[in-house]
């Protein structure tokens, strides 16, 4: 079973398998092989291997460029690409012959005749050129072989803004390359570059001499190239060197290791060996880079670095503006993390486990089964984490929380005090044995005696609160005048009318610890009634209390009162006895909508999600139409959706008549529906309502246009696994949010049209 995650094919090819043998590191950018790879240019794109083990390939490309479609048809199955201006070379998987590429003729193979049917182990596109090594990428690690190029020109005309074509020349012959050898190779502007077996680089073309060096001493394992640039990762230091114009590169770092390297327009980007994370030098702002994802393979475009991230194989794009570009939106995709290669993984490398994929039909990621992907190790965990395993054959290290952390192994990697010998560790626990006993004894001492011998001399004057160890005060004898109930308000419906002195004692008194928010309002305290009753007790502040007169809180508690619903927090009971008042609702154990997508608490599933997204509506359109009198809300957002032992939505802080007025009523109505709509965004996106870290802090003025663009999908919450094999809902949700937040509020649907297009949603079939 393939492992596609987004089959919608509005902004979106099919994403490409690149399996190389003979790199074991990943090595990409203009010009460089790996399975993932980007073309330069205005008609630039991406393109990155599917984990589906077929060895098909999707490609996205900016939002300003035409919708593309599903390219699968055209392509034979491939094994590695690389890409140049505006277009894309590969290798078959099954023939090792190249095969080049652009979006404007997808079908067309690119490759001159002389070349078609030759064996290639690697390839190269630069600018207007690409240069491949001959040899079949099968043949293993050791496989070297010599040097064919060609040169691509574009061709333009009123029909097709421009062709490429491809013709061979002698632009790219050199004496030295007709006898050398090959093992790696890469291209930019006028140029190439390859590593040869005798040791070093050498570089030739019509545009070489700008490098300002032919050749370069030392044994590379990894190459990239820019424009004008080139960068190489030491196979002995494994730190970066760069050569050429050094406007492209900047100062590259110093003692920092690499294992995976792009280049860009004037950066380059490296994957760090120790944790993973990417390090980019040259003209790029760093903080867009991001800072908690590892990853395993990177590919860069003009200002777009696009990667695979290796704790889920997702696709993830970020530009030197900020986290998120508009311009590259790339497929809720699981992408092949490297190539595939026929030999067993060296030191230093894991052969990647396809179970993490809980694809139970998927046993590997190569077409072949006795290939295997070979990943560089971890050799350190971020800040906060410690190595509870190490890297082994077919498992990268695992890193754990430091929290974790339970014997002296990991003490000095957590920056934790040693900890005691047993012995002493046994003497100390006992002294803090002994010592908590006697204590608590002495305590309980003096307390009773506080408490049972002299209780008048600490009377209070409220009787609720006298406790001796922990047992209730006497209550009044049976034939004592009993306490009025309170008359303040009228009795509504089934709703109880409670004692203050219950309410007291169900909260402990209203403690801090009881606290389950505050706001405006007042006060929410979590309380368990004398009937055994888990409920949510709203206490109002003075403030409340003093806007606020009988008649209106009389009034608000009779539509509370009236208001009941599968879908809403229902009111229990009040109080409002000795100028209190107090509101008693169900409680809602799992907590608000918001501390699930944004805070500490469990993250929530996609098909729950959806669930949600109808439950919510519902719980409105019931407040909007059957609710008597209506009630708007005026304030729906994620914190006023709350989940009970069910995990079922419910509305919650709602209170609100519809006006009398049938225009004013609609209004508001409408602008309930605008706020749901951002309610949308954030079940699809993950993202905050507001967030002042983002380059568009609102999620509105983010989400919308690039929905309106048809690259929804790139709003999807990528941290959510299992990843959905059928995005189509997601889609269709991220439609209705954009419904819901049209300018204009005529446009907008109502909750009934809402709710009905989500159980339709929901009804048409699950997305995992």
Known sequence: MATQICASGSSILLLLIVLSPLLFSNVFGYGSLGPIA?????????????????????????????????????????????GGEGFLCGITANTSQAFCWDLLNPGMDLVPTAFKYNSYSQIAAGKTHACAIRGSYFSGSDNFGSVDCWHFHRIFNKNVSSSVVSSTNTLFRDPYTDKAVFKIIVSGDGFSCGVVKDGGVFCWGPKSSNLGVSTMSGDFRILASGRSAVCGISNVSSEAECWGDSNEFGDPPIGTRFVGLAAGANHFCGIREDD????????????SVPKNSGFMAISSSDFTTCGVREVDLVLNCWGIHGLSPPDYSPPLQLCSPGVCSPSSCPDGKFAFNASILNEPELTSLCAQKDLSICLPCRTSCSPGYFPSTICGA????????????????????????????????EQQELKRFILIIGSSVSGALLILIACCFIPRVVQTKDEERGFCLKKPVVKAEPDAIPVPTPTTVASFGETQVFRLSELKDA????????????????????????????VAIKRANAATIIHT???DFEAELEILSNARHVNIVNLLGYCAEMGERLL??????????????????????WDLRLKIALQAARGLEY?????????????????????DSEWCARIADFGIVGSANDRDATRDKENDVYSFGTVLLEILSGRKAYDRNSTL???????????RKGKANAIIDRNILPLPKNVEPLLKLAELAELSLRENPSERPTMTNLASLLDQIVKTGLIL
């Open 38 to 82: 980007a073309a330069f240019g205005d008609n630039g794109f991406f393109c990155a291997v599917d984990a589906g083990g077929k060895q098909e390939i999707i490609c996205w490309g900016k939002s300003n460029q035409s919708s593309t479609s599903t390219l699968t048809e055209f392509f034979p199955p491939m094994a590695a690409l690389s």
């Open 584 to 605: 008693v609702y169900e409680y809602m154990p799992n907590g608000a909508l918001h501390d699930h997508l944004h805070g500490e608490l469990s993250p929530l599933g």
């Open 276 to 287: 993973h994370g990417v390090e980019c030098w040259g003209n790029i702002d760093a903080s």
């Open 549 to 551: 007169n009988n008649r």
């Open 697 to 707: 802090p609102g999620i509105v003025e983010w989400a919308v246009p690039l929905i």
């Open 623 to 643: 407040l909007h139409n059957e609710a008597n009198p209506p009630i708007i809300h005026q304030d729906v957002k994620t914190e006023k959706i709350l989940l």
């Open 394 to 425: 077919n498992a990268d290290t695992t890193c754990t929380a430091c929290s974790l952390c339970q014997n002296s192994s990991c003490l000095d990697i957590c920056g934790l005090s040693p900890l005691p010998e047993t012995k002493n560790q």
């Open 507 to 534: 909260t402990h008194g209203f403690k801090e610890f009881n606290e389950l928010g505050r706001g405006s309002f007042g006060f929410v305290y979590k309380a368990v009634l004398p009937d055994g009753r888990l």
